[in-house]
Nanobody, 115 residues
Framework: QVQLVESGGGLVQPGGSLRLSCAAS????????MGWYRQAPGKQRELVAA???????TYADSLKGRFTISRDSAKNTVYLQMNSLKPEDTAVYYC?????????WGQGTQVTVSS
């Protein structure tokens, strides 16, 4: 069983930055395809960014240039660096991992962008 634990959310002012972390259990992390998704109140969960086991990245078009996904296999952790945050970035951010055809989700971390 793979467990994903997110951290790093919180309240930030518009224009600020946050870095989210997702720590994964298991010794096969380097084989996981990882991603960050978010869900705002009343909206569907949407892809923010994804990174393959080989390090290739994908971003939601609207977020390119502000958000950066990265991974550290030595720490079994994937990160989401979020810059120039806007109120519309307010959402619960979820970490997702895929390995051997199985999909795992973290519990989510709240990000609130407000003055």
């Amino acid at each position: 069983q793979v467990q994903l634990v997110e951290s790093g959310g919180g309240l930030v002012q518009p224009g600020g930055s946050l870095r989210l972390s997702c720590a994964a259990s298991g010794s096969l992390f380097s084989f996981y395809a990882m991603g960050w998704y978010r869900q705002a109140p009343g909206k569907q969960r949407e892809l923010v960014a994804a990174i393959t086991s080989g390090g290739s990245t994908t971003y939601a078009d609207s977020l390119k240039g502000r958000f950066t996904i990265s991974r550290d296999s030595a720490k079994n952790t994937v990160y989401l660096q979020m810059n120039s945050l806007k109120p519309e970035d307010t959402a619960v951010y979820y970490c997702r991992g895929v390995v051997a055809g199985s999909v795992y989700w973290g519990q989510g971390t709240q990000v609130t962008v407000s003055s």
